[in-house]
């Protein structure tokens, strides 16, 4: 039996680890959300031939996903404020599932804009559950760790799915991407309905030690425990300072701490997907790449970013002491830098893959801070409301991002002007971040 020390020097017995089972199970099932939400972007050259369609009408096709995965959050953020994530997070899984099914089946892209729509509404219950299962199930200086892992899986999803995706494009056509990717999901919803509940006591895989333990390390406060763990001058440069939490749902909606989160994450929205929506049409038509080497070159930002991912929230966690400021603010600033960086990158497919593969990486260092952040402003109660304000505010930014990009290809004929939008979205993300109050306990 393994024993832990608490925060407060209290030595616990316990005789499970069930928390990083649930942590698992919420990296898989994100996963698949994710694949589901990002396997457009990989076969968006293929439909835009079938369709006929122009740059700003095939971003179009990316961007309604994230309307109607923006106008579903904050419902589902109600409904988990005052009931339990285990059915709904199930149901959406099974109805994101459906749509990724469906969307094979478009004969035109009016349809296929509608389906993407129904999947964006089925997938927006999705993440606010899952960090809402994060808030519930871990302790808080394991937070952002276990949201460094959860956000792993949004870069783990684009990893695999461009080779994949293309492979079966070739070999079957694009709509069997949608098919078989349907499958995985429709299994996940069923596992978690039946190993994930909603609180860490409701579970009978989680012994009452482990419960104690996520419990016990959510009451310590104390002056002491501060002190003792100030970063002294980079207190004062973020803003360092306790804050009251927020008690209320009605609360949310005037803390400029949650709406600067908002903003500042929909700037960073808007660099991830539209990178991810146009990396790989970047590829093939700017660098002349053939389709299966695109595959494999696409994936490379995301390899860096699942490593960024995981650092990061290590980072924030163990090297900030629970500062989520810090690695957002390297977020912003090294990503409007490498922006610069991919402009003046040669045709050589070594450099090109190091140059996203560090974009990745440095692009997602802080992106477990933008959801643990309102963590630390937040009670249990009001949490599902703020986190589902940030997450539909914030991904208005992939709903915006692809036809915006759309636009300026069809204008400027040059992915260079995509790139200075995606830099310009991150120094305004940085000025956003300096503004907010860094939550200290």
């Known amino acids: 039996m393994s024993q832990i020390v608490t925060e407060t020097g209290k030595t616990l017995k316990k005789s499970t680890n069930y928390r990083w089972i649930v942590l698992l199970l919420i990296f898989v099932a994100y996963t698949i ?58 149901l959406s899984i099974l109805g994101f599932s459906a749509f990724t099914y469906l969307i094979g089946t478009a004969l035109n892209a009016t349809v296929m804009k509608w389906f993407r729509l129904g999947l964006g509404l089925a997938e927006g219950p999705t993440p606010v559950g899952m960090t809402t299962t994060i808030n519930s199930w871990f302790p808080p200086k394991e937070k952002a760790t276990a949201t460094g892992v959860y956000i792993a899986a949004t870069m783990f999803a684009p990893i695999i799915v461009p080779p994949i995706g293309i492979w079966i494009t070739l070999h079957f056509g694009w709509r069997y991407v949608f098919y078989l990717f349907a499958i995985p999901g429709i299994v996940m919803s069923l596992i978690w309905y039946l190993l994930v509940k909603s609180h860490p006591e409701e579970s009978p895989f989680c012994s009452a030690a482990e419960v104690e333990y996520i419990r016990s390390e959510s009451k310590v406060t104390s002056k002491d425990n501060i002190q003792s763990n100030s970063l002294g001058w980079l207190d004062k440069l973020i803003r360092a300072k306790r804050v009251k939490l927020i008690d209320s749902n009605g609360k949310v909606f005037t803390s400029w701490n949650i709406w600067g989160d908002t903003l500042a994450y929909f700037m960073m929205v808007s660099v991830l997907y539209g990178l991810m929506t146009w990396i790989p049409s970047y590829l093939v038509n700017t660098k002349g790449y053939s389709f299966m080497k695109m595959g494999f070159v696409a994936s490379t930002p995301w390899i860096g970013g699942f490593l960024g991912s995981i650092i990061g929230g290590w980072l924030s966690d163990k090297v900030f002491l629970k500062r989520r400021k810090p690695t957002m603010i390297i977020t912003a600033l090294t990503t409007a830098i490498m922006m610069v960086v991919i402009i003046s990158l ?68 040059s992915y260079n002007a995509a790139f200075l939008y995606f830099g310009l979205c991150a120094i305004i993300g940085f000025i956003l971040i300096l503004t907010l109050d860094e939550p200290i306990s």
């Open 33 to 90: 959300n994710y694949a589901d939400r990002s396997n457009i972007g990989v076969v968006l050259p293929f439909i835009k031939k079938d369709f006929s369609l122009s740059n700003l009408e095939a971003g179009a096709l990316a961007s309604f996903f994230f309307l109607g995965y923006a106008i579903s959050q904050i419902p589902a953020g109600f409904w988990f404020s005052k009931f339990s994530t285990r059915g709904l997070v199930s």
């Open 346 to 413: 040669p045709q050589n497919v070594f450099a090109v893959s190091i140059g996203l593969f560090m974009t990745g990486f440095l692009l997602n260092i802080g992106w477990p801070a933008f959801t643990a952040y309102p963590m630390g402003v937040t009670n249990a109660n009001s949490y599902p409301v703020a986190i589902a304000l940030v997450n539909s505010g914030g991904n208005l930014g992939g709903f915006f991002s692809p036809m915006i990009v759309g636009a300026l290809l069809d204008a400027f004929k």
